[in-house]
């Protein structure tokens, strides 16, 4: 089971918005609901930002969300700040016997 | 409040067996529908999903590391031991360990610091 792709790198300047795709096969993101996405800042633990494709955790900003077309799934951040700064990873569901597969990962600049 | 921390040693020769664990605080590896999983990510490279356990015992690898991973649960001293053989240095990484809410819930709400470990001789 290969990584799902995502852009090696997106930027955006503050107060704009970015998306970043994840792009799988039909036997992860194309056929499953089961989508999320990770922030991971330096030195810190990974963060859970998305989840089942749309969703969003208690307490991650609105201006977070998630979309899926096809085999392709989208992270969209709105009002881009400083803090935004870093890797982003999605993941998805694969079934058996893959079970889960992470992303490549896209580094996010705040220019 | 869910904390996890992982431990491991910091260097291990090739051939070597890893042994990670993964101390947890604020839920219990027993409790109804809680998994405990691996990640981990070797420097400036992606994630890597390893292997998840169940409060029931049920377990998933990573098709491509599953003949050298086990992974157990101590209930009595709240852990989650994730044992790795025959390390080589392409196994040089950051592990992490992370809390799973639910069986149906297909993501991890919690992460550990992670703890790096190389491999060298």
């Known amino acids: 089971q290969s990584a799902l792709t995502q852009p090696a790198s997106v930027s955006g300047s503050p107060g704009q918005s970015i998306t970043i795709s994840c792009t799988g096969t039909?036997?992860?993101?194309?056929?499953?609901?089961?989508v999320s996405w990770y922030q991971h800042l330096p030195g810190k633990a990974p963060k859970v930002m998305i989840y089942?494709?749309?969703k969003r955790p208690s307490g991650v900003s609105n201006r977070f969300s998630g979309s899926k077309s096809g085999n392709t799934a989208s992270l969209t951040i709105s009002g881009l700040q400083a803090e935004d700064e870093g890797d982003y990873f999605c993941?998805?569901?694969?079934?058996?016997?893959?079970?889960?597969?992470f992303g490549t990962g896209t580094k996010v600049t705040v220019l | 409040q869910i904390t996890l921390k992982e431990s491991a040693p910091t260097l291990v020769k090739p051939t070597q067996t890893l042994t990670l664990t993964c101390s947890l605080s604020?839920?219990?590896?027993?409790?109804?529908?809680?998994?405990v999983g691996w990640i981990r990510q070797p420097p400036g490279k992606a994630l890597e999903w390893l292997a998840l356990?169940?409060?029931?015992?049920?377990?998933r690898f990573s098709p491509s590391l599953e003949n050298r991973l086990a992974i157990t649960r101590d209930t009595s001293k709240n852990q989650v031991v994730l044992t790795m053989t025959n390390m080589d240095p392409v196994d040089t990484a950051t592990y992490y360990c992370?809390?799973?809410?639910?069986?149906?819930?297909?993501?991890?709400?919690?992460w550990g610091q992670g703890t790096l470990v190389t491999v060298s001789s």
């Open positions: 992370a809390h799973r809410l639910a069986e149906d819930a297909y993501y991890f709400g919690y």
């Open positions: 356990i169940f409060w029931n015992d049920d377990k």
């Open positions: 039909n036997s992860d993101v194309g056929s499953y609901n089961l």
């Open positions: 604020g839920f219990s590896v027993s409790t109804s529908g809680v998994g």
């Open positions: 993941c998805s569901y694969a079934g058996t016997p893959t079970f889960e597969v």
């Open positions: 089942e494709v749309n």
